[in-house]
């Protein structure tokens, strides 16, 4: 089951900010998502990502990312490393929330997709004077596992290959950006689909936390907050 948010205050969690700018880091955090391809694509060697993986699973180090969004929501992204294995845990929080949102979790339950092609493109924006993850094409790969839309428009593979040309990867990256859009292997993609009555985007994806809108359950006002952040142009 996936680790529940304030547990993590009794754990060893790290701010992960630091490990950004390590050579390797972007070809560690989505390995998963690139199972068959060499990880030179990222333009790294595999000594650099080896280096970086072992500090993302490490048991005495857990690294935590945070990607801040408007009215006060952010995205947390939160490594797990137990007993038997390591699992990366996203959340949606907000101060005013009783409870956090799970948007997916790599643990034994697979919780995934968390987030269609519409929503993911609207949070790479960080609000004016945000901390943590606030350079667009970053905010981009480090959600990139939460993505699992079957209708990605064109444009999102232009995107993401500009996305991985700033932080290393060749100008041919094209092969390497189409890959890893098929989303995580635990999950892969689903069909989404825009309820206008409740105001938010639903999955059909049989792992995926979104069968519902998300927010259900809110009050209006904040979920009309909530749909702002995750609706392009809002």
């Not at 493109?121 to 959600?143: E, F, K």
Request: net charge negative; proline share 8%; hydrophobic share 40%.
């Amino acid at each position: 089951m996936v680790m529940a948010r304030h547990l993590y205050a009794s754990a060893p969690v790290v701010d992960g900010l630091p490990l950004l700018e390590e050579p390797g880091f972007w070809a560690a955090h989505l390995a998963e998502l690139c199972e068959g391809l060499s990880v030179e694509g990222f333009g790294v060697d595999a000594a650099d990502a080896g280096a970086v993986l072992e500090r993302l699973e490490s048991k005495a180090a857990w690294p935590v990312f945070t990607v801040r969004l408007a009215q006060g929501h952010s995205v947390i992204v939160h490594y797990n490393s137990g007993e038997q294995y390591t699992s990366a845990d996203y959340f949606l929080v907000h101060p005013d929330w009783r409870r956090d949102l799970v948007l997916a979790s790599t643990d034994q339950d697979r919780l995934g997709p968390g987030l269609c092609w519409p929503e993911l493109a609207a949070l790479l924006r960080s609000p004016p004077g945000a901390a943590g993850v606030t350079d667009p094409h970053q905010r981009l790969l480090l959600l990139l596992p939460v993505l699992g839309d079957a209708n990605v428009p064109a444009q999102a593979v232009t995107t993401l290959m500009d996305a991985l040309r700033t932080v290393g990867a060749p100008h041919d990256c094209e092969n390497l950006a189409r890959h890893l859009l098929r989303a995580h292997p635990m999950w892969g993609t689903s069909s989404w689909s825009y309820d206008h009555d409740e105001r938010g985007w639903t999955c059909d994806g049989e792992h995926s936390p979104r069968s519902d809108p998300l927010g259900e359950g809110l009050p209006d006002t904040q979920r009309a907050a909530l749909e702002r952040c995750l609706t392009p142009g809002k």
